[in-house]
């Protein structure tokens, strides 16, 4: 028999992969997107595993999204056929990898945004016989980047359609800094006037996060357009921000948060004030602080190697949970995380592979 993950040779601070949760977010997603017509192109950001990677593929994601070219090689080592470079790529040892990939199996597909004349023209520098693939990215006022207006998405669009070495596929663009659903509409509007002036065949819309997949689904049900969605965070959930943001706060379902982190009491220096062994090189903290799951423990701060909590009657050696906030700055803290059981048996490894 396994394992327990408290009895062998582990060392704390340590962040664990609940199967349970991670299968269950994982066949939860796919499911949406099956259901709502739509294809799932998880974002692969946010884990950069292997054994994520795969279990998303065999649960029939239609591709994977990256951010940067590096991360492209990565998904690719890991079995990945299609990928969305969820960027404008203007790295030429990036494209040049792109280029030899593409030339190499025909069977391969790469795509990537573009939201500039200038960024259109290195791809095209860059290209070999098979042309680059852009999603043409159609942003928003004070959002990340993409065009601003559809004037200047049009001229992108339009370069890009005669530029040899490159190709039109569709557009992208993303929602997730919107701050409510009705802004998300207009925006989704945006982009499908933005789709309607394309003249491409079978073309791609490609938007997604974790925050308004509910609202994507409804409004883009009767597009005509490869709808992808490139949600990420979803993969493991938490129980900070994206537990207050899910889609499934509003509609039936649920995702279930599959990383905890577990620690050492290692210092209770004053009544009250108990210094754990866990800190920013462990668990993320730029959208919230990981979550005690004892009652009465609040975390005060985070430091390098520790947290400072308030709490009555901890002592050293004390083992305490913690639910974390943003699964996206918590993989890259880890090379390999033991999966385990509800029984906390080790089950497996997810290995990753940031830099
Ligand atoms: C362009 C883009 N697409 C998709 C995503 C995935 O969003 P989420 O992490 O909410 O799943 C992100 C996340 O930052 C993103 O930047």
Known sequence: MSAVVFEGDYEFPLMVVRRDALEHNIATMAAFARDHGMELAPHAKTHLSKEIAQLQLAAGAWGLTVADTRQARAVRAFGARRIVVANQVVSPAGLDWAAAELAADPDFEFLSFADSVQGVDILAEHAGERPFRVLVEMGHAGGRAGCRTLEEFLRVAAHAAKTPGVEVAGVAGYEGGLPDAHH??????????????????????SVGGSQWFDVIGRELAAVQARILLRSGAYVTHDEGYYRERTPFNRIGGELRSALEVWAYVLSVPEPGLAIVGMGKRDAPYDEGLPVPRREGVTVLRMQDQHTLLRADGLAPGDLLSFGISHPCTAFDKWRMLPVVDEDYRVVGTISTDFH
């Open 184 to 205: 998300v509409r207009k925006y989704l509007d945006t982009l499908t006037e933005a789709l309607g002036h394309l003249r491409v065949r079978n073309p791609i819309l």
